[in-house]
């Protein structure tokens, strides 16, 4: 049983740049949440899509965006890229299906590196 | 929205030590985790606990939920408990969840 995969693992990019990650969520799951870790801090939350669209959005401006498909995958997008963006990217799935409340299984997340 | 405060920020200990992580929310939650952060980043969720007490092997929790806190027990440490340990919150898995900023963990061989 797959657990959440990311891809890419790691990433450079420049400043005013965009970038796309994206995530497959464990198999089952049909809730995906990003979150965005600074060195040294906890997990940020992005936002959450379930049904394709996005449910809940954490303090991030409109550079950042996102996407659910069909199959429950996701991407994040972050367009204009700031070297203050540069974090790990962590996704999570969960089930919104089966109870309202489930334990999250996080990605091993992409490292973005803005030069 | 919800806080969440997890103390101490840092523990060092000897190997075979025991120790106890806090974590205090601010409100009512539903939904309460406890992850595990291993230095190469990977998140490993240790504990779904919104209520009530869990042990697995050398780890055990406690969420006492009327008084919004939760505790995280390591028994018998070992070097490949160290990392940090990050305390999430949240009314319902279909609400945002916080996390806490972490305890980092180091057990000294």
Known sequence: DAGVTQSPTHLIKTRGQQVTLRCSPKSGHDTVSWYQQALGQGPQFIFQYYEEEERQRGNFPDRFSGHQFPNYSSELNVNALLLGDSALYLCASSTRRASLNSPLHFGNGTRLTVT | ?109
Do not use: M
């Open chain 2, 1 to 109: 929205g919800i806080q969440v405060e997890q103390s101490p920020p840092d523990l060092i200990l000897q190997e075979g030590a025991n120790s106890t992580l806090r974590c205090n929310f601010s409100d009512s939650v539903n939904n309460l985790q406890w992850f595990h952060q291993n230095p190469w980043g990977q998140l490993i969720n240790l504990f779904y606990i919104p209520s009530g007490t869990k042990q697995n092997g050398r780890l055990s929790a406690t969420t006492v939920a009327t008084e919004r806190y939760s505790l995280l027990y390591i028994s018998s440490s070992q070097t490949t408990d160290s990392g940090v340990y990050f305390c999430a919150a949240s009314y319902s898995s279909a609400s945002k969840i916080i996390f806490g900023s972490g305890t980092r963990l180091s057990i000294r061989p």
